[in-house]
Every structure is written in C-alpha cells, then in structure tokens.
C-alpha cells in the first residue's frame, strides 16, 4: 500500500530526518495563504500516489502568494494516470548544493533488506541501475543484526565527502530505523538535498507499506484516492481475506482462488468478453457467498455474474445454498452462470437445479457462456 508525500514526510519527521517547512491544502485559496505564511519561493506539489509528477507537470514554483493560487487552480483540476489531484503539498523552496538519493527496500529474492544510495538524486533508480550501475550502492542488511554503524557509514561515504558524510550516517540509521517499524516494503528520499549551507533535507519522499502489517499502523489506514465508502468496503473485503479489483466490464466474477480468477480472466479477453472485476474470495462458506453477491447487486452496468466454484474445502452444497438465499430475497437484473466442480457437487447441482439455475462444469465451457448471456443483453 502506497502513501502519499506528505504522509512519508511526517514520519520522517518522527524519524529525526529533516524535511523542508510545509503545509497541506485542498483549494487555491488555502495555497495563497500557506504560501504568505511560508515565504516565497514556494513549491506546489500534487499529492498523487503515482510517481513521475516532474514529468507530468505536476510540481511547479511559485514567486508570489498570488501565483501559488493560480497554479493551484491549474493543478487541482489535472488528473495523473487516472488519479485525481485532490490536495496539494506548498513547500518552502530551498537553495540546493547537491541532490542524492537513499532508499531501502526489500530484496525477496534473498529475503532481506537493500540500503539503496546514489550521487545521482532526481533520478529514477530503475532508469540509473540499468544504465550505469555502478552509481548505485547496493548494500545488504541482516534482518536479524539490523543496519551496522559500519554500513551506515559506507552508505554515508558513498554519497558525499567531508563534514556532510556524519550527518549523512544519521540519516541513513534513521531511515532504516524508521522502514522497520513502519513495517514498509520500499522507502525512498529522491531527492536527498544538500542545501547551500550544508544542511541534509529530505526534499520528497515515497514509501510502501506492507498490506499485512496495516493493524499495527493504524494511523496510516484511511482513505487514499478513493471514497469513503469504497475504503470501508476494501477494509470490508481485506477482513474477509477477499482481493478485489473493478476492471470496469459488464461481466461481474466471483470465484475461490487467485490463480483460477486469471485464469477466468484471460479466456474471457481472449474471447472479446469485458471483464467487470477480478474477484478471489478463496475460502468461503454459505454466508459469504450471499454477502459476496451484494458487490454485484448495486452496480448497474453488471449484466451477467459468472460464478466459479472449484470446492476442495469448499462444500458445493453450501455454497449452492448461499446462491438460493440470494434469489430467494432479491431479482437482480443480471443474468447468472454457474461453473460448479468439486466437493458434493452433486448436491449442490440439485439445489440450483431447484431454483432453475443449471451448473456448468467445464470452466471454458461456462465463460463461453457468460460472454453469450451478456451479448444477448447488449
């Protein structure tokens, strides 16, 4: 789970590692007002968690309070890759010596953390480890023994020579520190500034968390670039051990197992039908299938709803009973097919039979289906 900039630099803040002055708004007229408080020159910089905002155009300079109002205007109605720019970052703009970067992250090929630094600030690390690595230091931590004064000294002295390299070695300690108990997946200060009077200052900042670990962050779970209603139903889907992603099709998929779901999805590309959602609700019982429905029920683009039901631990019977007290509550408008294989799937045929739902056992077969069903509807 991605957080935005001002949310990473707050922790950095508790962290020890400096951060230039700022405030956080949400209309031109809030910019103007941080912006004469702050002192220009100022920077203003949308708040999205998508990465390359300099390219797009979203981070500009003003001179003046009254030019921060205007150029927020501009960019609080600018989308970045789908994202709206709903606040925006006003930030003292400080004189630069030098830009670096630091980050950490981790390495699941060795299972362990990476001290990422460089000299080439600004960047982005993906482009300058492939094009000249050797710019880049790659330093190993021991998740047991946790980052050394040594190492945080070889990252230090990587990044810069003389008097700056001790406050360098702080903030590299810090920021590990700080990766650990925020239990996050990639942290990254890009640019790490020298200004011209020798300070280190964290000027922007990026961080994952991992999505597992989020009870023991719940400062940090709210909202981010969706309602509050989609974020109570993605909390909703993530305590039932549910992933879900809307993919904006007319055919809505509920079926147990990642793996089944892709592949459910890759047929029905394949086969010119449009997707609404990818679904997996793994384990599931009676109850959580009718609850499962609800997703579906409200959405008015849905025209047929495929449900996959491969049981192992599953019980078909149940399941097809969950089906039942659906209908028998509610006509949606939707149209339904049914794949069904597995534990008592023949009990749980004769349910749906009952009810005049015909279970289809071959996958491809029933997402031939569910595309047919959904044409007719067009």
């Given at each position: 789970?991605?957080?935005?900039?001002?949310e990473?630099?707050?922790?950095?803040?508790?962290?020890?590692?400096?951060?230039?002055?700022?405030?956080?708004?949400?209309?031109?007229?809030?910019?103007?007002a941080?912006?004469?408080?702050?002192?220009?020159?100022?920077?203003?910089?949308?708040?999205?968690?998508?990465?390359?905002?300099?390219?797009?155009?979203?981070?500009?300079?003003?001179?003046?309070?009254?030019?921060?109002?205007?150029?927020?205007?501009?960019?609080?109605?600018?989308?970045?890759?789908?994202?709206?720019?709903a606040?925006?970052?006003?930030?003292?703009?400080?004189?630069?010596?030098?830009?670096?970067?630091?980050?950490?992250?981790?390495?699941?090929?060795?299972?362990?953390?990476?001290?990422?630094?460089?000299?080439?600030?600004?960047?982005?690390?993906?482009?300058?480890?492939?094009?000249?690595?050797?710019?880049?230091?790659?330093?190993?931590?021991?998740?047991?023994?946790?980052?050394?004064?040594?190492?945080?000294?070889?990252?230090?002295?990587?990044?810069?020579?003389?008097?700056?390299?001790?406050?360098?070695?702080?903030?590299?300690?810090?920021?590990?520190?700080?990766?650990?108990?925020?239990?996050?997946?990639?942290?990254?200060?890009?640019?790490?500034?020298?200004?011209?009077?020798?300070?280190?200052?964290?000027?922007?900042g990026?961080?994952?968390?991992?999505?597992?670990?989020?009870?023991?962050?719940?400062?940090?779970?709210?909202?981010?670039?969706?309602?509050?209603?989609?974020?109570?139903?993605?909390?909703?889907?993530?305590?039932r051990?549910?992933s879900?992603?809307g993919l904006?099709?007319?055919?809505?998929?509920?079926?147990?197992?990642?793996?089944?779901?892709?592949?459910?999805?890759?047929?029905?590309?394949?086969?010119?039908?449009?997707?609404?959602?990818?679904?997996?609700?793994?384990?599931?019982?009676?109850?959580?299938?009718?609850?499962?429905?609800?997703?579906?029920?409200?959405?008015?683009g849905?025209?047929?709803?495929?449900?996959?039901?491969?049981?192992?631990?599953?019980?078909?019977?149940?399941?097809?009973?969950?089906?039942?007290?659906?209908?028998?509550e509610?006509?949606?408008?939707?149209?339904?097919?049914?794949?069904?294989?597995?534990?008592?799937?023949?009990?749980?045929?004769?349910?749906?039979?009952?009810?005049?739902?015909?279970?289809?056992?071959?996958?491809?077969?029933?997402?031939?289906?569910?595309?047919?069903?959904?044409?007719?509807?067009?």
């Amino acid at each position: 789970m991605r957080i935005y900039e001002y949310e990473v630099k707050d922790l950095l803040d508790q962290a020890g590692i400096p951060t230039p002055r700022r405030e956080l708004v949400q209309d031109p007229a809030q910019a103007q007002a941080a912006a004469a408080r702050l002192g220009c020159p100022v920077a203003l910089k949308a708040q999205t968690l998508i990465k390359a905002r300099g390219k797009a155009g979203l981070i500009q300079f003003a001179d003046t309070p009254q030019q921060a109002g205007e150029l927020a205007a501009s960019l609080l109605a600018r989308e970045h890759h789908g994202e709206k720019v709903a606040s925006l970052l006003v930030e003292e703009k400080l004189a630069l010596a030098g830009e670096l970067y630091l980050g950490v992250v981790v390495d699941y090929t060795n299972c362990r953390p990476v001290i990422l630094a460089s000299r080439s600030g600004g960047m982005e690390i993906e482009s300058l480890a492939e094009l000249d690595p050797d710019r880049l230091l790659r330093l190993a931590v021991s998740p047991s023994q946790g980052l050394t004064p040594d190492q945080a000294q070889v990252a230090s002295r990587f990044l810069a020579d003389g008097d700056v390299a001790g406050e360098l070695a702080k903030v590299v300690s810090a920021l590990y520190g700080m990766f650990v108990q925020r239990d996050l997946e990639m942290l990254e200060i890009n640019p790490l500034a020298i200004t011209k009077d020798g300070q280190v200052v964290a000027l922007d900042g990026a961080a994952a968390m991992d999505g597992d670990a989020l009870w023991r962050q719940p400062e940090l779970v709210k909202p981010r670039n969706q309602s509050q209603e989609e974020f109570e139903r993605e909390a909703d889907f993530q305590r039932r051990g549910w992933s879900y992603l809307g993919l904006g099709g007319d055919i809505g998929i509920l079926s147990s197992g990642a793996g089944i779901t892709m592949a459910i999805l890759d047929l029905m590309r394949m086969w010119g039908g449009r997707p609404a959602n990818f679904l997996d609700t793994a384990q599931m019982d009676r109850q959580g299938i009718y609850d499962a429905f609800q997703i579906f029920r409200d959405q008015p683009g849905i025209k047929t709803v495929l449900v996959n039901i491969f049981a192992g631990l599953n019980r078909c019977d149940l399941l097809a009973e969950g089906i039942k007290d659906f209908l028998g509550e509610y006509k949606p408008a939707f149209k339904l097919v049914v794949r069904m294989a597995g534990n008592r799937e023949e009990e749980g045929k004769r349910i749906l039979e009952e009810i005049g739902v015909s279970p289809i056992r071959e996958l491809e077969a029933s997402v031939h289906k569910a595309i047919e069903v959904t044409e007719d509807q067009r």
